[in-house]
């Protein structure tokens, strides 16, 4: 059986979709029939969802909803995550019940305590205007998150120590608290590797690593407090944990809070090294590190200086075309592709009005920090 072909009256596009029987999701053809929503992934038949059996946790929005999570009556456990505005248009008007005003409606008829609940909630989440990816990720709790973190953390260094001299890990830890003094969040685990790597990444749970190479690159500890601050401001607005629930859908999700098997544990990692984040998460993310910075009495422009930094060493790795490109990890973990710099984003750095500022470390502290890895692995192999 083949997918209803595109029609005025038929719109086509791609979602992803979980099955809710397999960890993680798969990229799907969809289609708005007049029977229900088409989805094929590349079986022998497409699934047909009836409008009339789809749900979701959040009323759709003509103005408000980017994407939206559906379920399925009859398929329990299954997800389908769109963010086309074309089939969010078209879903709004062939699904009204999934709207604003009909949940509204229907919250107003009596109903059992639990559905009373579940719709309020909803309505909250429409209301605040908040993505329903990121709302589902704070409904996570803390000790799961955090757990959650330290195995994404482990898949992605397995093959690189933690970095643990103690003038440098003293020195970290001063940066650290220092920048968690502009936040109202208060518990991070930054951590260094001894990676060449050129990179930094935030893990659910406020896990951030931090890599050597980053340390040898950085022009001085005001950069490497905008990019750790950066890294706390994707934490703080659940990004990585957003990633997950997006990718791995809801019954992976709650197989997760519940304790996670080790398949779905194992492959974590991985997932975690091929999420690449929106250009508005990025802009998230350094307007909370801008803050941090100011409010940690650090100068903000040590963003800029760190983003012009990255271009310039693009820019020769391309005028030189000889050197040598990260494998496997690398190439996926790489700041270059993981954080793409804009023109955009270093303007507003830029253009943050001037505060008293003082070093985000003293020199000392400095040189302890670049030194925490001590004799590096590559050094000693070579």
Not at 22 to 28: D, E, K, L, N
Not at 36 to 61: K, M, N, Q, R
Not at 160 to 182: M, Q
Request: glycine share 10%.
């Amino acid at each position: 059986m083949s997918m209803p072909s595109e029609s005025d009256n038929q719109p086509t596009g791609t979602a992803r979709f979980a099955d809710g029987k397999t960890a993680g999701s798969a990229q799907a053809t969809v289609v708005l029939t007049d029977r229900g929503i088409a989805i094929d992934t590349g079986g022998f038949a497409p699934l047909i969802w009836p409008y009339g059996a789809l749900e979701t946790a959040v009323p759709l929005s003509r103005h408000k909803n980017r994407d939206a999570l559906l379920t399925y009556k009859h398929q329990p456990g299954a997800t389908l995550f769109i963010e086309d505005p074309t089939l969010l248009a078209g879903l709004l008007e062939r699904a009204r019940h999934l709207s604003t005003s009909a949940q509204r409606w229907r919250w107003a008829k009596p109903v059992i305590a639990g559905v009373v609940l579940a719709m309020s909630i909803a309505g909250a989440i429409s209301l605040s205007n908040v993505r329903p990816a990121a709302t589902i990720a704070g409904w996570i709790p803390l000790e799961t998150r955090e757990a959650l973190g330290r195995q994404v953390v482990a898949s992605m260094t397995a093959k690189h120590k933690r970095c643990e001299v103690p003038a440098g890990a003293a020195a970290l830890d001063r940066l650290v608290t220092r920048l968690k003094r502009g936040s109202d969040t208060t518990k991070f685990d930054v951590r260094v590797v001894d990676w060449d790597l050129v990179n930094a990444f935030a893990a659910p749970g406020g896990q951030i690593v931090l890599t050597r190479g980053l340390l040898a690159k950085a022009g001085g500890p005001d950069e490497v407090a905008a990019v750790l601050a950066h890294e706390m401001g994707h934490g703080i607005k659940l990004h990585p944990e957003s990633g997950i629930v997006r990718s791995l859908g809801l019954s992976a999700l709650i197989e997760l809070m519940m304790g996670g098997s080790g398949g779905t544990l194992s492959s974590i990692g991985m997932l975690m090294a091929e999420f690449s984040y929106s250009r508005d998460a990025e802009r998230e993310a350094d307007a909370v590190a801008l803050e941090m910075l100011k409010g940690s009495g650090i100068a903000s422009q040590g963003l800029a200086s760190f983003f012009e930094r990255i271009e310039e060493i693009k820019s020769e790795r391309k005028k030189g075309g000889t050197a040598s490109k990260p494998s496997g990890w690398g190439r996926t973990l790489e700041v270059f592709s993981t954080h793409p710099m804009t023109d955009e984003r270093i303007a507003a750095a830029r253009k943050v009005p001037p505060y008293a500022a003082t070093p985000a470390l003293a020199p000392a502290d400095w040189q302890a920090l670049k030194a925490i890895c001590g004799a590096s692995e590559d050094a000693v192999k070579h």
